[in-house]
T-cell receptor
Framework: DTEVTQTPKHLVMGMTNKKSLKCEQH?????MYWYKQKAKKPPELMFV???????INESVPSRFSPECPNSSLLNLHLHALQPEDSALYLC?????????????FGQGTRLTVV | QQQVKQSPQSLIVQKGGISIINCAYE??????FPWYQQFPGKGPALLIA?????SEKKEGRFTISFNKSAKQFSLHIMDSQPGDSATYFC???????????FGKGTSLLVTP
């Protein structure tokens, strides 16, 4: 199983809503990532969890709150988002540092903030 | 600041032709150079990757050429097929790092 599963696939939320994106992998990977991708742009790294600890936060606004409940799950909690936050949110995982192991991406959650 | 510069932004190739995408980087500490392929509505998928101690790597129809002195690397797709139509991203990463620094992407269209 080389799959990273993200739910939901699509999400529309208002600016006052609270929602969560979920990501799951069962490959035994110890690093998990959140990326944001705008249309026709490359993925931008948001957060990295290594061994369930937050190791990289790329200066992401606090309205995005990551959580890693266990080694297989990664959540992204959303609150008071802005329309410019509308994007494809990608989860990825790898066994270890990216230079040593392949990063597998999920299909993403298409988020629209209205 | 874009750490990896990719060109062209878009590319149209006839079936059977060679598709060539180029990338350049500045940080000589980068130690890993992957190429990702992304189809619409899907996440990126690793296509092929190279380390700077190798000048060329080939996997099937896909070849990476790496020029360490020029700080450039490129992807060649031989015998391009319509199914290769996708967006291709080059990237670079530091040794033992977790962050992928992506290029801006190349939208490839292979016409029948």
């Amino acid at each position: 199983d080389t799959e990273v599963t993200q739910t939901p696939k699509h999400l529309v939320m208002g600016m006052t809503n609270k929602k969560s994106l979920k990501c799951e992998q069962h490959m035994g990977h110890r690093a998990m990532y959140w990326y944001k991708q705008k249309a026709k742009k490359p993925p931008e790294l948001m957060f990295v969890y290594s061994y369930e600890k937050l190791s990289i936060n790329e200066s992401v606004p606090s309205r995005f709150s990551p959580e890693c409940p266990n080694s297989s799950l990664l959540n992204l909690h959303l609150h008071a988002l802005q329309p410019e936050d509308s994007a494809l949110y990608l989860c990825a995982s790898s066994q270890g540092p990216i230079v040593d192991t392949e990063a597998f991406f999920g299909q993403g959650t298409r988020l629209t903030v209205v | 600041q874009q750490q990896v510069k990719q060109s062209p932004q878009s590319l149209i190739v006839q079936k059977g032709g060679i598709s060539i995408i180029n990338c350049a980087y500045e940080n000589t500490a980068f130690d890993y150079f992957p190429w990702y392929q992304q189809f619409p509505g899907k996440g990126p998928a690793l296509l092929i990757a190279i380390r700077p101690d190798v000048s060329e790597k080939k996997e099937g129809r896909f070849t990476i050429s790496f020029n360490k002195s020029a700080k450039q690397f490129s992807l060649h797709i031989m015998d391009s097929q319509p199914g290769d139509s996708a967006t291709y991203f080059c990237a670079a990463a530091l040794n033992s790092g977790y962050a992928l620094n992506f290029g801006k992407g190349t939208s490839l269209l292979v016409t029948p």
